[in-house]
């Protein structure tokens, strides 16, 4: 059975609540999956701390039983979902967020990143649901050797990344990138959904 | 260089340097919260946000101001009753993975603060834009682009056989305005020019060269799979006016082509295409070892090819049958030198290409809303854009670029109509992060600070006297059901409904 999400848009607040609290530098480790994955809320000014998740549902800022009870229904319009590592099986991957913060997760081996992120509230779209068909799930790899270490890139994957915005040499889909033991580990950057300010747009 | 913008509200807000895209200079206009001379506004400061079209751009910003500041309220206009703009009506029948964004939407949409008002469009002859003004904090223009470019050449409004390419993908995709397009594709000599190298020109050249078997499986129209069951076309030209290396194609569509079951492609002459593509970007080369490679055999039962440096000058048709086209003559173009190839001149050299069907793909083009001038929203009508700075709606003067107060755009009516569902989604963050980052940091929206603006409670009002029925989400959601119900029969994920009328019955 897969584990009970909430919806994309709750996790988003969720994550938007707890956004607010962390800050660059932040590392969080957390095993995977959480029935709803949180973050502990943090005093301000406790930002150099190392935390870990907690199950606790935060409190929302406008949590009418209205609202949950027609997002709790839409869980079918969610992306695939995680499986529970076997112990002793835990893989580590870990997400460098645009402001700098890095959340590694313990996962298990099949997983696709586009999925880990989403379970985990990390802000990645996967605007075609992970069919390869709209590059909003960018991910860099950070390290050379471990890029190398993937499998390549078929000519699918290649095509949708030739439309990325700001492709590197390491860039992947995350959707395409299934957590493996060789990978055990991988780290990969998340780069700005947004193009605010950004030199591209003064083209 | 230095230039100043006057904000109407604080001349002395901490300026940042931007680019309008209608006025190529640098400007001013974002109040950094924290400033001084702006009182911030709290999060829960009621705010209430009108989104005109519910296209990607539209949702995409209303998902991110949801995000941002749960306690929006967020009402969107769309002039047809069934929403997703292009996504419904533009993105091909055969790229059902492509369409899977509605699944965000919807829940955006059923998101407490969000209503959605179908089947009315926002303009005078309607709801005028002005009833909007004194109803909302902010109004955000992502009406993506209505029209498309014409040529206007001899013959292109006269003859019969020449389409737009937006005319003959809304009648396949059912868009009730050209559901009575009724291409005529059973003339004998099979041949089909697209003028224009775009995505959507690719997207025409497949629909016409897909066996009907494969799209069957699919939500094109009965309609337009009835006409192109009786399909005649065999070859499809599609004509670019600069080089390969200029084409606006992306690598996919290409592909998706060169892999059509019995499909030929006519190899590119190696004068033309460049052959030793080791120095040139990642997609420009793999773009041109894909056109390269071609297909595995040529000819096929059926063929299209890429012809380059062509531009149209006439569309022409013979004795014997005036009004009907038979030819399209063509301009023999050459790159200018030292432009790379990106401009051509022409040669003063024709060729004529027979044929008695083409499409003009040459782009789509935004329009302003009536009503919307009048506002004071600023439209660059060179460009087909509403003038603004990333997304802020601003208004060219001599002394620099002004703000328009609680005024936003995003999507194809600000930065044209180009770019994928990525870069418009990308574009709907900007937006979605400037309206909320705005209001927060106190700057000038519509109306007095501390208003209480009524939304669609109030505008309601209005609209129950122009006789339109407003469509609501769970109209949507029935209107959705019974598509998928129709399709279902028929064995297809959704037979969409091709009429306004139909829709409404069902509401
Ligand atoms: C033929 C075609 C195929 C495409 N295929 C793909 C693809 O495969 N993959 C991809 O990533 N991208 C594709 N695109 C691009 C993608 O569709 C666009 O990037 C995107 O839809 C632009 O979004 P938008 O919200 O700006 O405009 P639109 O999607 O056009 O939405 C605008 C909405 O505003 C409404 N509207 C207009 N005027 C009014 C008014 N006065 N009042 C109220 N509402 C109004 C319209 O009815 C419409 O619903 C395709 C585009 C076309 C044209
Ligand atoms: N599968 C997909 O991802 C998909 C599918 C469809 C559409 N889209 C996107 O939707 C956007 C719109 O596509 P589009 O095809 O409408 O526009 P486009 O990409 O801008 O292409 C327009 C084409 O028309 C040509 N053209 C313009 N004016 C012309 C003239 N006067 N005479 C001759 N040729 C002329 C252009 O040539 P010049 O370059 O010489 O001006 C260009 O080849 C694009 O960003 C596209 O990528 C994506
Ligand atoms: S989710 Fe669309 S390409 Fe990965």
Redesign the pocket.
């Known amino acids: 059975m897969p584990p009970p999400r909430g919806s994309s848009i709750l996790r988003n607040l969720q994550s938007q609540c707890s956004n607010r609290l962390f800050h660059a530098g932040d590392s969080i480790v957390t095993r995977c999956p959480r029935p709803i994955p949180t973050r502990s809320p943090v005093q301000p000014g406790a930002h150099n701390r190392t935390f870990t998740t907690r199950t606790l549902r935060p409190r929302l800022p406008f949590q009418s039983s209205i609202y949950l009870r027609q997002f709790s229904t839409t869980s079918y319009l969610s992306h695939g979902h995680l499986t529970h590592p076997k112990p002793g099986e835990e893989l580590k991957v870990t997400f460098v967020t645009k402001e700098g913060n890095e959340f590694t997760f313990e996962v298990a081996e099949g997983d696709n990143l586009l999925d880990i992120g989403q379970a985990h509230d990390l802000e990645m779209e996967g605007a075609c649901g992970g069919s390869c068909?709209?590059s909003t799930c960018h991910v860099i790899v950070e390290d050379q050797e471990m890029y190398d270490l993937l499998e390549e890139p078929d000519d699918d994957e290649n095509d949708m990344l030739d439309l990325a915005f700001g492709l590197t040499e390491t860039s992947r889909l995350g959707c395409q990138v299934k957590m493996k033991k060789d990978i055990d580990g991988l780290k990969v950057k998340l780069p700005a959904m947004t193009r605010n300010l950004q030199a591209s747009d003064f083209k | 260089m230095k230039y100043i913008l006057r904000h109407p509200l604080t001349r002395s807000a901490a300026w940042r340097s931007q680019r309008t895209s209608c006025n190529p200079r640098f400007i001013n206009t974002l109040h950094q919260p924290g400033d001084p001379k702006v009182a911030s506004r709290r999060a829960d400061a009621p705010f209430r946000l009108a989104i005109?079209?519910?296209?990607?751009?539209?949702?995409y910003t209303a998902y991110r101001v949801q995000s941002k500041l749960p306690t929006a309220r967020i009402d969107m206009?769309?002039?047809?009753p069934v929403?997703?703009?292009?996504?419904r009506?533009?993105?091909?029948p055969d790229?059902p993975e492509?369409k899977f964004c509605i699944n965000k939407f919807d829940e955006v949409a059923r998101h407490p603060n969000f209503t959605y008002i179908g089947n009315?469009?926002?303009?005078s002859e309607s709801l005028p834009f002005s009833s909007l003004l004194p109803n909302y904090n902010a109004i955000l223009l992502?009406?993506?682009?209505?029209k498309d470019k014409t040529l206007n050449l001899p013959g292109e409004s006269i003859l019969s056989g020449i389409h737009s390419?937006?005319a003959f993908?809304g009648w396949y995709n059912g868009l009730p305005e050209h559901r009575n397009l009724n291409p005529d594709l059973e003339r004998s000599d099979g041949k089909a020019v697209v003028i224009g190298q775009g995505?959507?020109a690719l997207?025409v050249a497949r629909i016409l060269l897909t066996g009907v078997d494969e799209l069957r499986k699919t939500d094109i129209t009965e309609y337009a799979l009835e006409a192109l069951s009786g399909s005649k076309i065999k070859e499809v030209e599609v004509v670019g006016r600069r080089g390969p290396l200029q084409a606006a194609f992306t690598i996919k569509e290409v592909r998706e082509l060169m892999t059509l079951p019995s499909v030929g492609f006519e190899p590119v002459p190696p004068s033309i295409i460049p052959q030793d593509t080791s120095t040139l970007p990642r997609a420009k080369k793999r773009l041109m070892d894909t056109i390269n490679k071609g297909t595995k055999s040529y000819p096929l039962e059926k063929n299209w090819k890429l012809s380059f440096f062509s531009s149209p000058t006439a569309f022409l048709s013979s004795s014997s049958n005036p009004g009907q086209l038979s030819h399209i003559r063509f301009e023999k173009t050459a790159p200018v030198e030292g432009t790379n190839g990106d401009k051509v001149v022409g040669t003063g050299e024709h060729k004529d290409v027979y044929a008695s069907l083409a499409f003009r793909s040459i782009g789509?083009k935004s329009e302003p809303?009536s009503g919307m001038i009048e506002a004071g929203i600023p439209f660059d009508e060179k460009k087909g854009v509403v003038c603004n700075t990333l997304g802020r709606v601003a208004r060219p003067t001599p002394e620099g670029d002004i703000q328009v107060p609680g005024m936003y755009t995003?999507?194809?009516?600000r930065r044209g109509?180009t770019?994928?569902?990525?870069?418009?989604m990308m574009d709907a963050f900007d937006a979605g992060d400037n309206i909320v980052n705005d209001w927060l940091s106190g700057v000038e929206f519509l109306g007095e600070q501390g208003d209480v603006r009524m939304g669609w409670e109030a505008v309601k009002r209005e609209h129950s006297n122009i006789g339109l029925k407003a469509v609501h989400w769970s109209d949507w959601d029935k209107i959705d059901k019974a598509e998928k119900e129709r399709g279902k029969k028929i064995g297809k994920e959704r037979e969409k409904f091709g009429t306004e009328e139909e829709m409404m019955a069902i509401v």
């Open positions: 068909a709209c | 005109i079209g519910s296209g990607p751009s539209g949702f206009y769309e002039a047809l929403p997703f703009g292009l996504v009506f533009g993105v091909a790229h492509v009315t469009p926002i303009g992502s009406y993506g682009a209505s390419a937006r993908v995505n959507v997207d789509y809303i995003t999507g194809w009516v109509p770019g994928i569902i990525a870069s418009t």
